[in-house]
């Protein structure tokens, strides 16, 4: 227990309100997550797996309706809506703690009280920020001492210093109409209620890590992005990082674990995960360059998909000490399954519900309805055990970032890579990163949605101002990394994804991190720049050919026309906050467009 009394005082009147029979504090001891795991295989709350075929894993269940995160139940609370911005939910402080409060009020009687004090980032780094979770749930203590850094190291740290973020979470009802995940910016405040689901209720991650260090950022300086960090090694022994922003589904994941196609991987070259979800980032003053760190200590990730092609670190990752939530349970064997993991689904299972289940009746129109796991299921596993994990993981001072990439799913108007003409114009470049929610064949595109540096969930302010924050971060970097986008997901007229993605995206990686050394050339076009096609390296690609790669980096200027109609309708949805920057960008964007007609 931490001698602090700001701490104390909080967690006492947190306590008075919840009302639980007990308070225990989590000192990320083994001892005590082992009494914790076998606590809550007693009541059901987990069960544990396969010692020989998963040792030390667990399966969790949900209630089914509590599966993901859910956007319209989490809000920014700020004194205006102004500071809050268009894109997030809002409400005014005193009214949602008054609304708080009656939900809070004796939720966790008969239950248990953990205070989980932790770290983001290596303890005692510049980097760090200390938060201190409370929750009534050992499903979420298990899971924080995976995600975060819990120990006595965080306690003493805790002892000298107010500064901390406060995150109170209570089960309560698991009711959705009551279901609020709120955070309180000015306060240092996260309060989550009626939720088990681990996007809601490890308030470490998205919650702290990304809505409220945002706000932390802008006003101490430095950056919170939703980015993989990873490394490349050359095979000289270099090592040099790129930190990338996906929305969903687009590939994240996958190349923050990837692995080599064969043509490098015999020349020496390696690749090193530094994290896979979120990266905080500080300019340091020794030698003017971003450094970034992974502030988390673990992985939550999406687990059907996960195989032995798409993703093999991952999927090594998983195999032990791993807690899986909403997958299917293979009762012959102890074990798990889920879709896309192999073509062996079990013939004796029970569904993510817990229902028994047939794979016969499986359905891909209605995953959620017929599928053993379901489609938002999750893995929480240790950094640790991951196979391609960066020596620099726990480096206090981050890793020098080369080059900043933001890639979207686009079927037509986005080219394979380019790269911004500066910082700026870089800024602007992630400011319209889109996907398209579908996308049918024959050249007609899908929906598309915005989604500005992966962050538009994440943002803890208004996010005109987050503009401002990036064209000023802009102004403070001496020696900045270059900003690129790229497009994995270019298809042809018959819908087919023309590029074949995963380890092979190493291939555009090194133009990218060739750019930044000033070692390749590359073509001016309206949007930026592109390589030229003959330096995309194809060797050992039986299906890729140079004119695929003319292909694939043409510049469509009437997608790209049509789609500034959209970008100034996104603009406006966010309000009078976006910059006059971004809009000059946007006006000289159009201009190159119409002179290359």
Not at 169 to 192: C, G, L, V, W
Not at 541 to 560: A, H
Request: with cysteine; hydrophobic share 40%; proline share 5%.
């Amino acid at each position: 227990m931490t001698t602090n009394k700001k701490v104390l005082a909080w967690i006492d009147e947190m306590a008075a309100m919840t009302q639980p029979d007990k308070i225990v504090w989590i000192d990320g001891s083994e001892a005590q997550a082992e009494a914790l795991r076998a606590e809550a295989c007693s009541t059901g709350e987990l069960c544990k797996l396969n010692e020989e075929l998963l040792p030390n894993c667990y399966l969790h269940r949900t209630a089914i309706n509590d599966v993901a995160r859910v956007e319209g139940r989490t809000f920014i609370c700020t004194p205006t809506k102004e500071e809050a911005g268009n894109i997030n939910n809002w409400v005014e402080p005193g009214e949602m703690y008054a609304k708080l409060k009656e939900l809070y009020t004796g939720s966790m009687k008969g239950r248990t009280m953990y205070v989980i004090p932790y770290s983001m980032g290596v303890v005692g780094s510049d980097f760090a920020k200390i938060g201190v979770e409370l929750t009534d749930s050992i499903y979420v203590v298990l899971n924080m001492l995976i995600m975060t850094r819990v120990s006595t190291d965080v306690i003493k740290a805790l002892d000298t210093t107010d500064d901390f973020v406060k995150g109170l979470h209570a089960r309560a009802d698991i009711d959705e109409e009551k279901r609020y995940i709120t955070h309180f910016p000015q306060d240092n405040t996260i309060m989550s209620v009626n939720s088990g689901y681990g996007g809601n209720v490890l308030l470490g991650k998205k919650c702290f890590a990304l809505r409220i260090a945002s706000y932390l950022g802008r006003k101490e300086g430095w950056m919170a992005e939703h980015m993989l960090i990873l490394g490349v090694e050359y095979p000289n022994g270099d090592v040099k990082y790129v930190t990338a922003a996906f929305p969903s589904a687009c590939g994240k994941t996958n190349l923050a674990m990837l692995i080599p196609p064969a043509v490098y991987k015999n020349q020496g070259y390696k690749v090193w995960t530094v994290g896979d979800d979120i990266a905080w980032l500080r300019v340091n003053p020794e030698d003017g360059k971003l450094y970034a760190i992974n502030p988390e200590n673990g992985f939550f990730g999406v687990a059907p998909g996960t195989n032995e092609n798409s993703n093999p670190n991952a999927l090594a990752t998983t195999k032990k000490d791993t807690i899986f939530t909403n997958v299917c349970y293979d009762k012959d064997n102890n074990s798990i399954w889920w879709e896309g993991l192999d073509n062996n689904p079990p013939e004796n299972a029970l569904n993510w519900r817990g229902e028994e289940w047939d794979y016969r009746k499986y359905n891909k129109a209605d995953k959620v309805g017929t599928a053993g796991a379901h489609p938002n299921s999750r893995f929480t596993a240790k950094a640790t055990n991951c196979p391609c994990l960066s020596p620099e993981f726990n480096n206090p001072k981050g890793v020098p970032v080369s080059a900043i990439v933001f890639g979207g799913r686009r079927a037509k108007t986005a080219p394979l890579v380019y790269q911004s003409f500066n910082w700026k114009h870089g800024s602007f470049v992630g400011s319209i990163m889109a996907s398209e929610t579908t996308a049918a064949a024959s050249g007609a595109v899908g929906v598309v949605r915005r989604d500005p540096m992966a962050m538009r969930p994440f943002v803890g302010y208004n996010m005109g101002d987050y503009f401002k924050h990036w064209l000023d971060m802009g102004k403070v970097i001496p020696n900045a990394p270059k900003i690129f986008h790229v497009n994995w997901f270019r298809t042809d007229d018959q819908g087919n994804f023309i590029w074949p993605g995963f380890g092979d995206n190493m291939r555009v990686l090194l133009w990218i991190l060739a750019r930044c050394e000033d070692k390749v050339d590359a073509v001016e076009t309206p949007i930026g720049f592109v390589p030229k096609a003959e330096d995309i390296n194809i060797e050992g690609l039986s299906d890729v050919t140079i004119d695929t790669i003319r292909e694939l980096l043409t510049i469509d200027v009437k997608s790209w026309k049509d789609d500034i109609a959209n970008i100034k309708e996104f603009y406006a949805q966010i309000g009078d906050h976006v910059p006059a920057e971004m809009y000059e960008e946007l006006a000289a964007l159009e201009a190159r467009l119409n002179a290359a007609e």
